[in-house]
């Protein structure tokens, strides 16, 4: 297989990189809003973990939220236990760069956290998001109950009606239940609030979600 083909598929479980039983090691404190980012979370939490494309930017649209109680970057999707960054990125993980986004139930509705993840980067663009090309940066919601899958699916269908209609190709998110989150190295928690002026890639397209 070649890199590009690397880059581009998804790998079997049995092709990727064997990783480590040991999580990565993080402060866990949420440098924005000192807030505990590792669980267990209160039980009147609620989460979910989304892939947007570089998750640099992908946190801060979230982490600005009113009711969202802390985010924190990982990897999800994938078979590679713990994996580096660096492993991230060959394609031989099989995960995508992700946000986990854990938010007060009565304080922000589910519905508002769709428009944003919609409205925030271009969902039809599959294993890419503008010049970031490769599988890590693909679209995704990854869902902690049924009642938040239905809710994802159907709002799936009704923003592709709209982006349809105005000239886009249909969307290429994954959407399924959510089985593991890793926590990505130190210094990418929050990198866009350590680094105010680094890189961000992401871009909507323009058309809203309602």
């Known amino acids: 297989m070649s890199f590009h083909q690397k880059l581009l598929n998804i790998p079997k479980s049995e092709d990727c990189l064997p990783g480590r039983s040991t999580p990565t090691s993080i402060s866990g404190i949420h440098t924005f809003n000192g807030n505990n980012m590792i669980p267990p979370f209160s ?16 946190e801060r649209f979230f982490w600005e939220l009113d009711g969202v109680w802390v985010t924190a970057v990982g990897y999800s999707g994938g078979h590679t236990p713990n994996p580096t960054y660096e492993e991230v990125c060959s394609g031989l993980t099989g995960h995508a760069e992700v946000v986990l986004v854990v938010f007060q139930k009565e304080s922000l509705d589910f519905k508002d956290l769709l428009k944003v993840f919609w409205e925030s980067h271009d969902p039809t ?3 890419r998001q503008g010049n970031d090309i490769g599988t890590q940066y693909r679209s995704g919601i990854w869902l902690t109950d049924q009642k938040q899958l239905v809710e994802a699916e159907e709002s799936l269908k009704a923003y592709e009606e709209s982006l349809l209609a105005s000239g886009f190709e249909e969307i290429k998110t994954t959407v399924e239940m959510q089985e593991n989150f890793y926590y990505a190295e130190e210094y990418h928690q929050q990198y866009l609030h350590k680094n105010p002026n680094g890189y961000c890639g992401i871009a909507g397209t323009g058309v809203l979600c309602k």
């Open 125 to 127: 663009q599959g294993m």
């Open 43 to 58: 039980e009147e939490m609620d989460s979910l973990v989304v892939g947007m494309g570089c998750f640099w930017g992908a």
